[in-house]
């Protein structure tokens, strides 16, 4: 069981990045999953969550109208495409499951 993610970097206030989470060793279609995020000295946040066919999503209150969580069942890959990112977005970013959660992927944004 494995989750791999990618796409994080340093990014400018108002700009965007599009996280990726590729899943292995599992059928990840039958998975809801959910990215987190955690800043240095701060608590772990669920930041949005998908259900297992895409038609339920869930954000925090911090990213809602600025995220979007996605999956593709036939890639078992899971997207956080997140927008107009702000200072306080600065955090490694994990997508787990019930079963599993990957490394993160660090997210910078500043000028």
């Known amino acids: 069981v494995q989750l791999v993610e990618s796409g994080g970097g340093l990014a400018q206030p108002g700009g965007s990045l599009r996280l990726s989470c590729a899943a292995s060793?599992?059928?990840?279609?039958?998975?809801?999953m959910n990215w987190y995020r955690q800043a240095p000295g701060k608590e772990r946040e669920l930041v949005a969550s998908?259900?297992?066919?895409?038609?339920?999503?869930y954000y925090a209150d911090s990213v809602k109208g600025r995220f979007t969580i996605s999956r593709d069942n036939a890639k078992n890959t899971v997207y956080l495409q997140m927008n107009n990112l702000k200072p306080d977005d600065t955090a490694r970013y994990y997508c787990?499951?019930?079963?599993?959660r990957g490394q993160g992927t660090q997210v910078t944004v500043s000028s």
């Open positions: 998908i259900s297992t066919t895409g038609g339920s999503t």
């Open positions: 060793g599992f059928t990840f279609r039958f998975y809801s």
């Open positions: 787990s499951t019930s079963i599993a």
